[in-house]
C-alpha cells in the first residue's frame, strides 16, 4: 500500500476524523508492529458482519500497544510536516519540525511508530541541526563580545568566535555529540529490557527530533552568562573557575531540556513503561561521558571537584 498525502488538512493526523481510511480485517492482517516486526495477523479481530473488530492490540513479541487506525493511518498517509517525508519541501518541513518539537506532547502525539523510518532523511536532519547549533554558538558569542569589544572591531571569523573554548563552544560540542551518546545509552539499557527487539530507528529518531533543543544555544549562553553576571559580577566568568561553572550550567540547562523531550518520546511513541527513569539513567551516562571528556580536553575541569 502506498503512501500518500493527507487528504484531510483540518485533521492532518487523527485517525478518528480520516474519511479516507481503510480499515478492514484484510488490511489490519496485513500490518506488522511497527516497534519489532511481528506480524499482528490474527489479532485484528472480525465481527459477526464480517468487519474489523476492537481499538487495540497488544504485541505478542514486545508489548507495544497497536491502535488500529492510527497504525493503518500511518501506514496509508505520510505525515503532514515531518523532514523525513518531504524531501522537495525540505526548508519548509525542516522548520515546521523544529517549530513543532517545541512542544513536544503534541509533537509525539501527531507521530506514530506507524510512520516510516527513513534513516537516510534522519541523519540530514540531524546535519542540518549540527551546523544550525554552531551558527546558533557562533551569533550567541559574537552577540556577547559585540557590547564589550568597546570601540575595537569584533571578531569576524568563526574560529575568532571559538577561539577561548568559552560556553557557547561547549554548548555547540554537547548538542552535536548529544544525540549519539544517549543512542548508545539507551541501546545498552534495551539490552536488558524485554523490549530488546526494538527497532533501533525508533530510539535513532527519538534521539535525534529531541537533540534539535540544542539549536537554542545561543539565545540560552548568553542569557545564562548575564544572568551569572548580575547574581556574581561579570568578573566571575572571566577567570578559568567561572568559566568551568558556566560551562557546567550550560550543559547541565540544556540536557535537562533535550532529556524532557526524549521522556516524552519514550512514553508517547515507544510507551516504555518508565519513560522518565529509563531517560534519567541514560542521561547520567551522558552527563559522565561528557565531563570526561571536558576532562580530557581541558585540565581545569577536574579542579572543579576537588
Known sequence: MSVVEVPNPQHPYDPEVSPHLVDTPEARDALDCPLCGYSLRGLGGVRADGH??????????????????????????????LFEYHPRRSVWSFARTLRAGLRPA??????????????????????????????????????????????????QSLSSLFEALDLQFWLAFVGVVWPWLSLLSLLVFQASMRRARVRV????????????????????????????????????????EGRMRLIAAGTGLM????????????????????????????????????????????????????
Open 106 to 155: 503534541r509533537f509525539w502525539t501527531s507521530l506514530d511508530a506507524g510512520h516510516e523510518l527513513r534513516p537516510g532523511r534522519l541523519l540530514l536532519y540531524w546535519a542540518v541541526v549540527s551546523v544550525g547549533v554552531v551558527a546558533s554558538g557562533a551569533l550567541g558569542a559574537y552577540a556577547m563580545r559585540l557590547p564589550l569589544s568597546q570601540g575595537s572591531p569584533a571578531p
Open 201 to 240: 530507528g525508533h530510539v535513532m529518531r527519538c534521539v535525534v527530533y529531541s537533540g534539535d533543543v540544542f539549536v537554542w544555544v545561543g539565545a540560552v549562553a548568553p542569557a545564562l552568562r548575564v544572568a551569572i553576571w548580575a547574581l556574581i559580577g561579570p568578573d566571575s566568568s572571566e577567570q578559568w
Open 52 to 81: 474489523a473488530a476492537g481499538s487495540s492490540a497488544r504485541c505478542p513479541e514486545c508489548g507495544y500497544e497497536c491502535h488500529w487506525r492510527a497504525l493503518l493511518h500511518a501506514r496509508q498517509f505520510r505525515h503532514p510536516y
Open 255 to 306: 540536557t535537562v531540556a533535550a532529556g524532557y523531550k526524549l521522556a516524552v518520546a519514550y512514553r508517547r511513541y515507544v510507551q516504555f513503561q518508565h519513560p522518565l527513569a529509563t531517560v534519567i539513567a541514560s542521561q547520567l551516562v551522558v552527563v559522565m561521558s561528557i565531563a570526561a571528556a571536558l576532562g580530557f580536553l581541558t585540565r581545569e575541569w577536574f579542579w572543579l571537584f576537588l
